[in-house]
């Protein structure tokens, strides 16, 4: 809206006199009160809920539609809905990031990758997590995804204990990239 209130008075004598108010906005929004913190929780248990009910369902052969439509239902299923379209991909067939599920199957070896999350409340969790369907004979993932996973949970656990009152997101973003690199990955854009 602001960018449209700009254009708008772009060549008035109010175009120059125009603020964004995103910094006043960022810092109240940035606050949560008890009740908007106890619905985030909420937000965030619902999906892992979600997660755990659609991953004992979830199986080789199914495709990434199947699987985000399991997982939108045990969301629907606690009397909420999805808080943006799940994403899904079942291995290295489709491309990672934000695209759409697709008809693309999960088959064994693959590493299935879904990005969801419930609205409460109006309140969003956007959770991701992995699933590592093994092959036929494997005992355990391969050993680059062990290794990955472990980087990633260090990651996970050097930087929580980081969100502190006052900490700065880029302080803790430079943290995570530097335990990625120093482990010899590369940096994620």
Known sequence: LYLMLQEVLDGTPYGERLESAEAVIARLRGRKIPLEIERLRLAAAMAQHAWEDALSQIEPGMTEIQIATLLENAILAQGVTPAFETIVNAGAKTAPGHGAPTEARLEPGDLLHVDFGVRYH????????????????????????????????????????????????????????????????????
């Open 122 to 189: 109006d309140y969003c969790s956007d959770i991701q997590r992995l699933a590592y369907f093994r092959s036929a004979g494997e005992t355990e993932a391969p050993q680059a995804l062990t290794r990955a996973f472990d980087c990633i949970r260090r990651i996970v656990d050097e930087t929580a204990s980081q969100y502190l009152p006052g900490a700065l997101g880029r302080e803790i973003d430079a943290l995570a990239r530097r335990i990625l690199t120093e482990a010899g990955y590369p940096e994620y854009d």
